[in-house]
């Protein structure tokens, strides 16, 4: 059974940092891109950064660039999102995504939110 399960959500003030993990199981992680998305109340889902297998490649979205972190550790399994200078309109439910050819798998999402 394929199972992707986010962790490292909570309740953070302005300005302030979490690190989201994205833990696989049932598949090799290695040879699947990972994409974490967020979905904010009333918004569509947006992706928010991605990384490939081998995480040479890194992609963000211009609203995160320079504060968020996309990196993998293969061995462990997990993908991680560090996020720095957290902002008000990155509250939002956060889901990763593990993609290989036509195949793909979502975790249940982690709720992150910002505010005083």
């Known amino acids: 059974q394929v199972q992707l399960v986010e962790s490292g959500g909570g309740l953070v003030q302005p300005g302030g940092s979490l690190t989201l993990s994205c833990a696989a199981s049932?598949?090799?992680?290695?040879?699947?891109?990972v994409a974490w998305y967020r979905r904010a109340p009333g918004n569509q889902r947006e992706v928010v950064a991605s990384i490939t297998p081998g995480g040479g490649s890194k992609n963000y979205a211009d609203s995160v660039k320079g504060r968020f972190t996309i990196s993998r550790d293969n061995a462990k399994s997990t993908v991680y999102l560090q996020m720095n200078s957290l902002k008000p309109e990155d509250t939002a439910v956060y889901y990763c995504?593990?993609?290989?050819?036509?195949?793909?798998?979502w975790g249940q999402g982690t709720q992150v939110t910002v505010s005083t």
């Open positions: 049932g598949i090799n992680l290695n040879i699947y891109a």
């Open positions: 995504k593990a993609l290989h050819r036509f195949l793909d798998y």
